[in-house]
């Protein structure tokens, strides 16, 4: 297992973060994120406060928009038999370990979950929910878990098999 977290202080550029774009407040009318003292909250109270005034603009949140773009900034690559033997109950792992990523920052999202011949591909709207999934995954399966940085670009790959 390869471990390289100093690399993740590298701070590349997210595209879709230019805050300069948003107005304060704003709402994303896909998913009722408001954008709010230069953060993106989930807060039905807040929402529902907005929708009533005229002082809002409504403009799809970051990653709202990476989904339509499809423009993940992690992908997670299960391999191995194990991991169709054990489907149900890594997904369910994904599944809760998106929900708590996303109390700590609703854009850190599960884009995509696709079965392919090579594997399970897990596509996320940031690094750091990739990297927490193949974190957590490992922690409760033990497998071979190891990080693909890119130089270029804010992105991780990470991979984990187990056979
Ligand atoms: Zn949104």
Known sequence: MKRR????????????????IYKDPTICPSCHLVYHNK????NEKLHEELVKSDKVD??????????DDHYPLGVLR????YVWKKKEEILNLVRN?????????????????????????????TESLAR?????IDKAHHGELEYIFSDSQ?????????S
């Open 5 to 20: 977290d100093e690399l993740f202080d590298v701070k590349l550029h997210d595209p879709y973060m230019d805050k300069n």
């Open 39 to 42: 953060r993106w909250h989930r």
């Open 58 to 67: 409504y403009k799809k949140c970051p990653a709202c928009r990476k989904a």
């Open 78 to 81: 299960l391999t191995g038999d």
């Open 97 to 125: 370990t998106a929900e708590a990523e996303e109390k700590r920052n609703p854009l850190a999202r599960v884009m995509n979950i696709i079965e392919t011949d090579e594997g399970l591909i897990i596509e996320t709207t």
């Open 132 to 136: 927490r999934l193949g974190r957590c």
């Open 154 to 162: 804010k992105f991780l790959r990470v991979e984990w098999s187990k």
